[in-house]
């Protein structure tokens, strides 16, 4: 199966790869900064902890 | 956002389920997408570049709907003063501040790659984009800079239909100030002619990155409800 | 005597006399200029290719100077309550405030960019459609400033935060408007840009009212 | 002319904080009512609420007036407010300021001139506003009160920079104000120079 993908840039290495990482990079920090605010709060709203 | 939902307890059962079950799509479709992505040939032209593609233009198309999704529900926000709406809105400004930033970044490199250049201001799409992100940033350094809440609301909400307005204005200026340099013409990524091989993963990518959206979209929305209901809290116990 | 013309005098007395008025900020505009030459080098026949390109983004620099007190003043002294609750719709208070601020500002402003120009080394034909553009665009300024400047009322950072909403907000103007000098100096159709321009900031002038007063509102409740 | 104004189950908040909760309140013409209470309680905002600057979050105002149509016309044709801040450019000349103010309220340069003889500022008028006492300075600003007469004065802590002397002269103009029809709504520590209802708010 991993036959039939295509991983090899070239020399297009250094653009491709770059490009693929900051959209790794940017997602995840959406996906945890989203995640740790709707935690956070909740916690705020629902548990002892006071919000500052 | 639809009327059933403008009732946060509401909200906040519907988004209990919807949220996760928005991220399990997003994560089975960008699954799909990155297989359809790594399997698709290189492009005559482009060559390896036009993996580039499958993750820049769904971050560009994004940007444009992050913020008609934000200027909508400034609009309710301001028109209804729903407070639904303005944590809606609150919370898309950040997610469509990182797609546009991730547009620009992939949409440079994509361009370093087929102009030959990191950057070019003949480009419209890519100049309204950055236009676009200034818009992006100037609304969170607007609501960040106003202490008081209440008030914060409804200055943001003009702010995001000012934005609204002016966007296709941006576009139309950029697209002519191009005509008047005469830049080379670009490679249209989005021309009708794009074989199913690449279009295939791009719009599986697209989907993708919609799902994904709206799955935080919710989650932030969510915090931004409880956010409201800890401060109101806090209010109460301080007398 | 009519209120309309009241306001409009106090506003055109308050920006002219408050703090030096349009002297300021043609002053800046000159600072500014000045330094053009010593960053790009002084090759005069490249300095002439970007004047009217200079001249143009200090405008649009020197317009943002004047702005924090368009709503700012009022706002802290009181001022903008009485004006709330007079007998004209705010909006129309808003669209003096603007008109005073470009009588004051960037009318003067538009006076000097030619002459920075032809110093900078553009030919002087050019200096009769940059004031026209320069007279159209700071129109569009003003209003588009006011609405920044509505905005950020009771911020905690005015002029950042002004210069930040505003400026992406001026690239239409600025491209309608050094567009059109450019297609002048290379014998293009310069009409075109040049009536876009005007119809930007006459579109700008109809809109923004209204956003500047929903915004002033906001601040006063 | 405004008749009358009335509060029915007023709640104003201030973000998540309730300032004024279901407040009933009526003023008939010829009456003056003083809102007392502890500072935060809610004074200033309750008249700014009538003056329509803030948006009640539940509860009604009804302005009674003679001629009609909305609240907002009544108010912007027929109501006056001053408030702690007199709105006075400091770097301007008190007569420039004090003729725009009483200009933009409808009133003449005439009544302008008239009104300060009145209140005894001809002689500063010349000034500039910065260099007016507190005293004159609040006088200046009460100008347009006189200047461009109004059914309804709202007034926030019209008497805080005043002397006893000057306190006195402004009870006369109320006491006429008030003879002539007028309603008065004040927020104030002390008591007003003149006949008046006191409606306490609770902080």
């Known amino acids: ?52 | 956002m639809f009327p059933a939902l403008a009732n946060p307890a509401r909200f906040m059962a519907f988004s209990r389920w919807a949220a996760p079950l928005l991220g399990v799509i997003a994560i089975g479709l960008l699954a799909i997408g990155l297989a359809l992505d790594f399997r698709a040939p290189p492009d005559y032209q482009q060559g390896y570049a036009v993996h580039i593609m499958f993750i820049h233009v769904p971050a560009a198309w994004m940007s444009l709907v992050v913020y008609a999704c934000l200027g909508g529900a400034s609009f309710i926000s301001l028109v209804f003063r729903h407070p639904l709406a303005q944590a809606a809105a609150r919370a898309a400004a950040p997610l469509g501040a990182g797609v546009t930033l991730l547009a620009l970044v992939t949409g440079s490199l994509w361009g370093k790659t087929t102009w030959g250049a990191w950057w070019v201001w003949g480009d419209p799409r890519l100049t309204s984009v950055l236009v676009l992100f200034l818009f992006y940033l100037g609304y969170l350094a607007l609501d960040a800079s106003l202490d008081d809440e209440a008030r914060a609301a409804p200055a943001t909400s003009i702010l995001a239909l000012v934005g609204l307005v002016n966007l296709p204005i941006v576009h139309f200026s950029v697209t002519w100030w191009r005509s008047l340099h005469q830049a080379s013409s670009v490679f249209r990524a989005d021309g009708p002619s794009m074989p199913a091989i690449y279009l295939a993963p791009l719009l599986t990518m697209a989907l993708a990155y919609m799902a994904g959206f709206g799955a935080l979209w919710l989650v932030r929305i969510r915090a931004e409800v409880w956010r409201r209901r800890a401060q109101v809290r806090a209010v109460r116990a301080a007398g | 005597m009519n209120p309309f013309i009241a306001i409009l005098r106090r506003e055109l007395a308050v920006s002219w006399a408050g703090g030096g008025g349009p002297l300021v900020a043609i002053g800046f505009f000159i600072a500014l200029t000045s330094l053009a030459p010593l960053a790009l080098g002084g090759d005069p026949v490249r300095l002439a290719e970007a004047a009217p390109g200079i001249a143009w983004l200090v405008l649009a620099l020197a317009s943002l100077i004047s702005l924090e007190r368009m709503f700012e003043r009022d706002f802290e002294d009181g001022a903008l309550d009485l004006i709330a609750l007079g007998p004209a719709p705010l909006e129309l208070a808003a669209f003096v405030k603007a008109i005073a601020q470009w009588a004051t500002t960037q009318a003067p402003l538009a006076l000097v960019a030619p002459l920075l120009m032809v110093a900078l080394g553009a030919p002087w034909r050019l200096a009769p459609v940059a004031l026209a553009a320069a007279l159209a665009g700071g129109f569009g300024f003003a209003f588009l400033g006011g609405v920044g400047a509505a905005l950020s009322l009771g911020s905690r950072r005015g002029g950042v935060l002004i210069a930040l909403l505003v400026l992406p907000l001026f690239t239409p103007p600025v491209i309608f408007g050094a567009g059109a000098i450019e297609a002048f100096a290379a014998h293009l159709d310069w009409r075109t840009p040049l009536l876009l321009l005007a119809a930007y900031a006459l579109a700008a002038a109809a809109l923004c009212p209204f956003a500047m007063a929903a915004a002033a509102r906001n601040a006063l409740s | 002319m405004i008749r009358s104004v009335s509060l029915e189950g007023l709640t104003l908040m201030r973000g998540d904080r309730v300032l004024v909760d279901g407040f009933d309140l009526s003023v008939a013409a010829g009456e003056a009512v003083v809102l007392t209470g502890p500072n935060g309680a809610g004074k200033t905002s309750l008249l700014r609420a009538v003056a329509g600057l803030i948006r009640p979050v539940a509860g009604r105002i009804a302005i009674a007036s003679d001629a009609g149509g909305p609240i907002e016309d009544a108010i912007a044709s027929d109501a006056h407010l001053v408030g702690h801040q007199d709105g006075l450019k400091s770097a301007r000349l008190a007569w420039d300021e004090v003729l725009f103010q009483v200009l933009w309220s409808g009133g003449s340069a005439g009544s302008a001139k008239t009104a300060c003889e009145q209140l005894g500022l001809s002689g500063i008028l010349a000034l500039t506003v910065r260099k007016l006492s507190a005293g004159q300075r609040r006088r200046l600003a009460l100008v347009r009160l006189v200047a461009s007469p109004r059914s309804l004065w709202l007034l926030d802590e019209p008497l805080a920079p005043l002397d006893r002397a000057q306190r006195a002269g402004f009870g006369a103009l109320m006491q006429a104000h008030l003879a002539r029809g007028g309603l008065i709504l004040a927020a104030a520590h002390d008591p007003l120079p003149v006949e008046s209802r006191a409606v306490e708010l609770a902080a």
């Open chain 1, 1 to 52: 199966m991993s036959a039939m993908f295509d991983f090899d840039a070239g020399r297009y290495g250094a653009y491709v790869w770059p490009a693929y990482a900051a959209t790794a990079i940017v997602i995840a920090f959406l996906v945890i900064d989203s995640l740790w605010r709707a935690r956070r709060w909740k916690r705020a709203a629902e548990g002892g902890e006071r919000a500052p």
